[in-house]
């Protein structure tokens, strides 16, 4: 997930995760979530359906397709940043595999940013204390869409601060010409108890908008201490806004060692860097969002979107973030298939491109089925990783919660029946969501989450087979559920 | 610390360490060590030195001198590899303080390995699933001593074993021309619970000796899965070993997910990797242990070394690996200066050179010193990181333990009061221990030093103040113990 459109639902979101795992975990017993309980009369589903929600989530729980679908995204393709030959291996291989299945498959073309990393490498020159002939190596990774510098690099002093406030307080006097370091912790205290989420958007916010407000005051290249929970010197990399009214000056993640480093040193006296960042921002590129469809027998024109997004950032094989989110989608027609069975409403896959820095995917599609929007039953993303999934949060009427309740005891029983109305939902479903589609964000432990985020370290390895499996096992007994619903969704 | 001429004493001495920081634990009012215990009777010191002994644990605990030493061998010197400039500067700093200290400083001349870390990328340019014109990114780290790869690299297949019986199993048919990955794991269960020595026994065989056994067989590279803990994608170097009979090829850690990234590959087809490490092996270079003497006023011929060693590796600021260990052993004698204490015998700083990669400092003192052995009447070193000492293993005859059981017990009042008679001890101290000298190693709890050793992680915030004092506590109460000994040491 990026957070430039969703940071306060995130946070949010996560708070009220943090007070449910801990109810979970206290309570293993509770078999019913809190808040579907709250709005009873519970209704029945045929006993037909419940039957097949129950083989659904069995099957899932024993597949290891969305595992096997994941070490192919990640191994053999890789990191698939938009634009990059990975991520058109993607959509190609995607769009085979949703054939193989017997699905009907559009490619839907985008044009999508082209950001290109180049060489990152940094410095400190003069510091107090150094020994002569000597520099300290400062590792950091350029933020995604950064300008670069100049190709011979950089120059200048580095003034550090922990908040906007601070920034504004040193004003334009002590910031133009330098180079300015937001040192905002990442809380990872909060993180590991289950709040990674509201830790993220702290930290973020300095990631996202730190370079235009430096470059505001004159500053010539910005750097946030990484937005992330790790300190095994692992910079986080993610999007950054050249917001209009500002200039654009290059912006780059130091590890959280290397911000305490030049902290101590600055504290000390003054701090000058080389910087040199070379990333290239080319033409935008063709590139498409993969949708497949599952046809309903009785409702074919009514549609309940599965997705992830195929984009990842370029420094991992985006593992968690988010070759999970779809696999895990890729599962529920997968599924259907192995277990013959056929949905009423259209079960419609889509794997998103360019949730990381555009989100071309999300809004392209939403613009393009404007006229269509009625007939969008309800959407579902997975866009938290693959831990341990709780259940789901919805974006939309309280009303739909009473008629999920017995999909959400089926899902109990895998420990994933928590049912929770919030605010926002996923990025790329998120323009479903306020055109006021039904929209379902599965809603997943996340509590490692943000110590592998858009780092090297989002690899296949961070997945654990049988969470994974949880995650399918959800999404598919959601999807079918909402495809066979006997009555319509509240809107 | 490395581990090339040491791992099974380290292995041996965690195991026990385990099994005490659990007895520790479970019963936390134990006032005494359970072997000091056995080795009764109990001698008593003169009031006066237990007193004194009380001063300087209380001193040492509300002390931030080796801290701030610490801060500065880290933030403003940084990696001290042997031949570096930085090594010089930190030669130079610490002979100014302990000059400024008003001790006698000498600087005894080595001739050291001077090694440079180059270029080093790694990418696979062919597996199974690969997308057309895409390759994937290896992380690795060259191991210190690594000879280059040709200047535009080596592109060769990758074969995988486990451990050297499948390398054998493989013989010269199968490796012959291959880059080998030899992918042992770090044992992470068994460093958790506190046998991080043990575990790292196992896996750092394979950076010691993998390559020379590759190249006994005809292969062209070696790789190392990485001999520790973490798994942020994050390489650990190490020095190996280039023995006499085997061809020298290029070694290289590469991370624990990249060694499970080529491992699922390798397990579907053929892999190959184009290779490039450029670091060069310069001239040996002038250096120096730095030697400072704080004389004794009865015994001013018998000496009592204070130690830990000055280098380290080149990717962190060797905050824990073995800078930690100079700033304790300099508390010692700062210490004594700010109490206006002074000791019997000699208590002898030693900063060692060149521990990481060939020991010349610790093999040249043994040597020019060979002549005075007798008078060295004990030597202790801190090379285990910083964390919550327990107390010290000894190498030497059980008859100390008793002398020193005193000491302990004022020791154990901040929790480290263990003694422990033990085979071997710290690779500095190790010729001494050898000659007969009583050799004490400060036992820190290890449990996530393997995490961070020999890696760019290894810096200043992994180090915890309270931490630091209470080691500096102990390496002083010991020293001062030693120096005001009424009886001599068996030996």
Redesign the interface.
């Known amino acids: 997930m990026n957070v430039l459109t969703s940071t306060p639902v995130v946070a949010k979101r996560v708070f009220v995760l943090a007070m449910t795992v801990g109810l979970l975990i206290s309570s293993p017993s509770t078999s019913q979530p809190q808040r579907a309980q709250e709005t009873a009369p519970v209704t029945t589903y045929p006993a037909q359906l419940s039957a097949d929600l129950r083989k659904l989530q069995e099957a899932a729980l024993s597949s290891d397709y969305a595992y096997r679908q994941l ?2 995204l990640t ?4 990191p698939r940043l938009s634009g990059s ?2 991520a ?2 993607a959509v ?2 995607i769009a085979k595999e949703m054939r193989r299945l017997g699905l009907e498959v559009k490619l839907e073309k985008l044009s999508v940013p082209h950001w290109v990393r180049g060489e990152e490498t940094a410095a400190l020159v003069r ?8 520099t ?2 400062i ?1 950091l990774t350029a933020l995604g869409g950064s300008v670069p510098t100049a190709p011979d690099g950089l120059n200048a002093e580095v003034v550090v601060v922990n908040n906007f406030d601070e920034l504004k307080a040193l004003g334009r006097d002590k910031v133009a010409g330098k180079i300015v370091l937001f040192n905002a912790r990442f809380d990872r205290q909060m993180a590991a108890e289950g709040f990674g989420g509201e830790a993220y958007g702290q930290a973020v916010a300095y990631r996202s908008g730190g370079a235009s407000a430096a470059a505001r005051l004159g500053a010539v290249a910005a750097l946030n201490r990484s937005a992330g929970g ?5 910079p986080h990399t993610g999007a950054l806004r050249y917001p209009d009214d500002a200039p654009k000056i290059p912006a780059a993640a130091v590890t ?2 290397d911000g ?2 030049i902290a ?2 600055a504290a000390l006296g003054t701090v000058r860097m080389q910087l040199l960042l070379t990333p290239k921002q080319l033409p935008d590129a063709e590139s498409y969002n993969v949708i497949a469809d599952f046809k309903g027998s009785e409702h074919p024109e009514q549609i309940i979107i599965v997705s992830g997004h195929l984009d990842s950032w370029d420094l ?2 985006g593992a968690i973030d988010d070759g999970a989110g779809v696999v895990i989608a890729m599962q529920t027609v997968q599924l259907l298939k192995q277990l013959h069975l056929r949905p009423k409403r259209t079960i419609r896959f889509i794997a998103w491109m360019n949730e990381e820095n555009g989100v071309v995917g999300g809004r392209t599609y939403a613009k393009d089925h404007a006229g269509e929007i009625a007939n969008h039953f309800a959407a579902i993303e997975s866009d938290r990783g693959a831990g341990h999934p709780l259940g789901f949060e919805v974006k939309g009427r309280p009303e739909v919660l009473p008629l999920l309740q017995p999909m959400s005891a089926i899902l109990q029983t895998s420990g994933a029946g928590l049912l929770q109305i919030t605010t926002g939902t996923e990025t790329d479903i998120s323009p479903l969501g306020t055109a006021g589609v039904p929209s379902f964000g599965l809603w997943q432990d996340t509590r490692t989450y943000f ?2 985020h858009h ?3 989002d ?3 961070k997945v654990v087979p049988r969470e994974l499996a949880e995650n399918a096992a959800a999404m598919a007994v959601l999807a079918y559920t909402l495809a066979n619903l006997p009555q319509p969704l509240p809107r």
Chains 1, 2 share one sequence.
């Open positions: 070490a192919h191994d053999s393709i890789g030959p990975q058109a291996a190609e291989y510091y107090p204390g150094q020994a002569e002939g000597t300290q190596k590792i790790a300190e095994f010197r692992l959280a060692e305490d480093l101590r040193l991992g094989t110590d592998y780092t090297a370290a690899t296949l390895d």
